[in-house]
């Protein structure tokens, strides 16, 4: 009998100082912990983590190098800002740290959209077009669930983003993505107006792509980011507050 060729690699236990971290990171992400709180000494969370001492010393070590922790000059421990430099693969935790708004998401996103729907006209394929509709065919089958057309809607952009093949733009948009499924959540969630109205502004995109008219591209685009931030607003949410995990939660979760 042959050999069964092996698929899987061995699995590697992730350190214990790791394990630390990542607990201390998710507490700064959820908002639990901002920027400028204590977290505790290295004895306090050597009792809290049931670990030894240079465990946490070295799960500190990581989340200083990140910029996520800092010492003040009496070396106590405390949530810093994240160097942006040093994170740039975790830019988007870098945006919820320093608690960018809704309006500066919404801002920048149209920007980025606008710049990506131009290069789309010129650059998507008939493959690329029926991608996108079968996208739009499914957030249309799932109307009445505000998680799945918030999933479908990322999902969607992500696939536009492609068309265009610029590497740049893909990259540029990538911190605010995480930030733009929750919002979109609270957008649709209520009413199946909202999620109706998405996928309509979603199949004259893909039509302005096929009919390689930029100015219905752009138009669309531009109605479709405006619905987008009426929904939030309509959610009762402030465009000024931070968004941050806090409310991703509140979409996840409701």
């Known amino acids: 009998m042959s050999e069964v060729a092996e698929k899987f690699a061995r699995i590697t236990p992730v350190p214990a100082y790791q ?3 990542e607990a201390i990171e998710r507490e700064i992400l959820s908002g639990r912990l901002r920027p400028g709180d204590p977290i505790g000494t290295e004895a306090q969370l050597v009792r809290q983590f049931g670990v030894n001492r240079s465990t946490v010393r070295e799960g500190i070590r990581l989340l200083e190098q990140s910029g996520m922790v800092q010492r003040d000059s009496s070396r106590r421990l405390a949530v810093g800002l994240p160097h942006y ?3 740039a ?3 988007s935790r870098a945006l919820v740290l320093h608690q960018v708004t809704f309006r500066e998401l919404w801002e920048a996103t ?3 959209s606008l710049a990506t729907i131009d290069l789309a006209v010129d650059r998507a ?3 690329e077009m029926r991608a996108l509709d079968a996208n739009i065919d499914a957030t249309e089958a799932a109307m009445d669930d505000p998680a799945a057309v918030a999933a479908y809607d990322t999902e969607f952009h992500l696939l536009l983003e492609k068309t265009g093949r610029n590497r740049v733009l893909e990259m540029a948009r990538e911190p605010s993505n995480m930030l733009i499924y929750p919002t979109t959540h609270v ?3 209520g009413t199946v107006e909202g999620a109706r109205r998405l996928v309509e502004a979603h199949r004259m995109l893909v039509q302005a792509l096929r009919t390689r008219d930029k100015e219905m591209a752009r138009l669309w685009t531009r109605r479709h980011l405006n619905d987008w931030r009426k929904g939030f607003e309509k959610a009762g949410l402030d465009l ?3 968004v941050d995990l806090v409310t991703a939660s509140q979409a996840t979760t409701s």
């Open 19 to 21: 394990m630390v971290a």
């Open 85 to 87: 430099d040093q994170l």
């Open 89 to 91: 693969t975790r830019a």
């Open 110 to 112: 149209m920007a980025l």
């Open 125 to 127: 394929t008939d493959d």
């Open 187 to 189: 957008a649709v969630q």
């Open 240 to 242: 000024d507050q931070p």
